[in-house]
């Protein structure tokens, strides 16, 4: 027997990890991008991160992610796109076929 008991956000935090699953590569040769924005990142209006995502994608014609969104991922024509917002920073992880993803 255990004497080990369950911190109170421990299933709140494990659906968050399997809400962004880790991608299948088969090469270590990815591009990631990562925009911080200073001192008061965490206070700053989010909704900026996720129009400059929107602009991106109807670039390459994408459908955009549901309204209060804080992860997507996508097939952009030849390369596939992780972006990630986090408290302080937002990432763009992009994947090409150098370093082909197996979408989840």
């Known amino acids: 027997m255990s004497n080990f008991t369950d911190h109170k956000l421990r299933f709140d935090l494990t659906n968050e990890l399997h809400a962004r699953p880790f991608p299948h590569l088969r090469s270590r040769i ?51 796109l992780k972006w990630e917002q986090h408290t302080e920073f937002v ?3 992009i994947y ?8 989840p």
């Open 30 to 80: 990815c591009s990631v991008l990562a925009l911080w924005y200073g001192k008061n990142a965490a206070a700053r209006d989010k909704t900026k991160d996720t129009d400059l995502l929107i602009k991106l994608l109807d670039r390459f014609g994408a459908p955009h992610p549901q309204h209060g969104a804080t992860h997507y991922s996508r097939k952009l024509r030849r390369n596939s």
């Open 91 to 93: 990432t763009y992880t």
């Open 96 to 103: 090409s076929p150098a370093c082909s993803m197996n979408a």
